[in-house]
C-alpha cells in the first residue's frame, strides 16, 4: 500500500479517490510479482506470501503477517489503521459461497468440514488473486471480493466476471464426477464507498452501499454452478450483447436486477 499520508478533512476523501481509481502502476507491479511467489497464505491485499521461500524477504521489507490482523501483512495494515478514510468509485463485487453447505456438513466430521472450508477459502483466494482482485473478508462458506483500479486497472468489471469462472473451474464444476465444493457466485459493478475502516485490530479495507448487497443477493441467488452477472457488470465487462438476460426479484430489493447467466463446462 501506498505510504504517502492523506491530507485530513474534506481533502482525505479527495485523496482516496485519486488513490483508488488512478491507481499507482508501481503498486499492481510489484503486487504482480508477489502473487507469483510461491505459496501462501498472503497478504489479502498486496498478495505478499507469508510463507514458503520468500516468506524471509518479505519479512525484512515489512510485508509479514501483522500481529493486529493476521490476514494482511504488518505494511498494509498500518496504511489502514493509520489513514482512515475512503471514496465512493465505481468498484466490481464478486460474492461466491458453497451452496448447500449445511446439508454438506451433516455428512461429515466437523473436522472435514473445517479442510473443506479452508481448501474453498485457500484456491477462491489465490483466483482473486491471479485475476488482480483483493479478499474482502470470508464469511463462513462465503467469499467477497473486490475489484477496482488501483488493484486490477481498468478491466476491473471483466477480470472479476473471469475469477467467478475461474472459480467454477477450480472447484470442479467441469470435472465428470462434479465439483468438490458445490459453488454459486454473484458478480456486480457500480458505485460504492471503499475504504478503511475499524479502529485497532479491527481495521480492515472494504466496501460499503447497496451495490455491495446487490452482488451478495445474486450471488444467494445462483444455482450450483452458476455465475450471475449484473448487466452493469456484463456491459463494462463487454460480455456479448446477445447473451440471454433474465429480469430477478432479488431479495429486499423494489427494483428488478436485470442479469446475465453463465457457467463453466
Not at 60 to 69: D, F, L, T
Not at 90 to 100: C, H, Q, S
Not at 105 to 115: D, K, R, T, V
Not at 225 to 253: H, T, W
Request: charged residues 20%; contains cysteine; proline residues 6%.
Amino acid at each position: 500500500m501506498s505510504s504517502s499520508p492523506p491530507p485530513p478533512g474534506v481533502e482525505n476523501e479527495e485523496f482516496w479517490h485519486n488513490f483508488l481509481t488512478r491507481g499507482d502502476a508501481m503498486e499492481r507491479k510489484v503486487r504482480g510479482v508477489f502473487k507469483l511467489l510461491p505459496h501462501g497464505p498472503r497478504c489479502q491485499l498486496c498478495a505478499a506470501p507469508f510463507a514458503g521461500a520468500a516468506a524471509p524477504v518479505m519479512r525484512m521489507i515489512g510485508k509479514r503477517p501483522s500481529v493486529k490482523n493476521p490476514k494482511v501483512c504488518s505494511s498494509c495494515f498500518n496504511f489502514m489503521s493509520a489513514h482512515h478514510g475512503g471514496a465512493e468509485i465505481e468498484v466490481t463485487l464478486l460474492f461466491a459461497d458453497i451452496r448447500g453447505s449445511t446439508t454438506i456438513a451433516e455428512g461429515m466430521s466437523s473436522s472435514e468440514f473445517h479442510a473443506l472450508l479452508d481448501r474453498f477459502y485457500a484456491i477462491a483466494a489465490q483466483v482473486v488473486f491471479d485475476h488482480d482482485g483483493g479478499v474482502d473478508k470470508f464469511v463462513g462458506d462465503e467469499m467477497v471480493a473486490m475489484f477496482f483500479p488501483l488493484m486490477t486497472g481498468e478491466r476491473h468489471a471483466a477480470r472479476a466476471v473471469e475469477a467467478a469462472l475461474a472459480l467454477l473451474r477450480a472447484t470442479g464444476h467441469e470435472d465428470p464426477e462434479g465439483p468438490w465444493a458445490p459453488v454459486g457466485a454473484g458478480v456486480h459493478t457500480g458505485l460504492a464507498w471503499v475504504g478503511a475502516i475499524g479502529e485497532g485490530s479491527s481495521s480492515e479495507l472494504t466496501a460499503i452501499g447497496d451495490n455491495v448487497n446487490i452482488a451478495a443477493r445474486l450471488a444467494s441467488t445462483a444455482k450450483r454452478g452458476e455465475v450471475l452477472v449484473s448487466v452493469a457488470s456484463a456491459s463494462a465487462a463487454g460480455l456479448d450483447a446477445a447473451l440471454p438476460r433474465q429480469s430477478l426479484e432479488l431479495k429486499g430489493k423494489q427494483v428488478v436486477t436485470e442479469v446475465v447467466s453463465l457457467t463453466v463446462g
